[in-house]
């Protein structure tokens, strides 16, 4: 299994969104170089105020360009970086991966994934109505989470948009993500 990056963002501030890039570098057990998230140590907001002696297993954010093209037909307009993702990708389930899955990107970088995001409210204050494209609530009633995926970054390197993405899923039992 493959895909390919489509965008690149990051940001030394705390905003929602985060501007594209023509590359971000990825720096070994501590995410985006130059990115308000980067750290051994949690880094989110709400994350912090609960423990911020956490390990941070939120260190990059993956989103799907394919999530862009489902809201927009429910008249929502999102680009890349808009959701405050690192990394936007086309061509790979990112929701369908299992804890524990590599990614190798590019020549040299490859992340684990860790689990899903947990959409927050900031993103009904970016688009009114948008939470409930990307959380809700499937016909058992448990919570489906679709605003991407966590990572940490096992090995450093430059990725640009363009770049392919080869998957490695984990031996033994596979376990489905959940919110980190």
């Known amino acids: 299994m493959s895909g390919r990056v489509t965008a690149v963002s990051s940001n ?9 890039r023509d590359s971000v570098r990825l720096l070994a057990g501590l995410g985006v170089e130059g990115d308000v998230h980067a750290g051994v140590t949690v880094k989110h907001r709400s994350r912090v105020a609960q423990d911020p002696t956490q390990p941070n297993l ?8 394919e999530l862009f093209a489902e809201v927009g037909g ?4 999102v680009a890349p ?5 690192n990394i936007t990708t086309r ?5 369908g991966l299992p804890v524990g899955t590599l990614l190798r990107i590019g020549d040299a970088a490859v ?36 605003a991407g995926i966590m990572s940490i970054v096992r090995e450093g390197g430059v990725v640009r948009p363009g770049d392919t993405i080869e ?9 489905p993500l959940d919110r980190v």
Do not use: M, W
């Open 12 to 20: 030394g501030e705390y905003s929602f969104t985060k501007p594209n």
């Open 58 to 65: 939120r260190q990059i954010h993956l989103i799907h360009e």
């Open 74 to 77: 429910e008249g929502f307009k």
């Open 81 to 85: 970086g808009e959701l405050g993702e």
């Open 91 to 95: 061509g790979i389930d990112l929701l």
């Open 111 to 146: 992340l684990e994934v860790t689990g899903l995001r947990n959409p927050c409210l900031q993103i009904d204050n970016f688009q009114d109505g948008l939470l409930k494209q990307v959380v809700r609530r499937d016909e058992a009633g448990n919570i489906v989470r679709k």
């Open 167 to 175: 998957i490695e899923l984990p031996t033994g039992p596979h376990r």
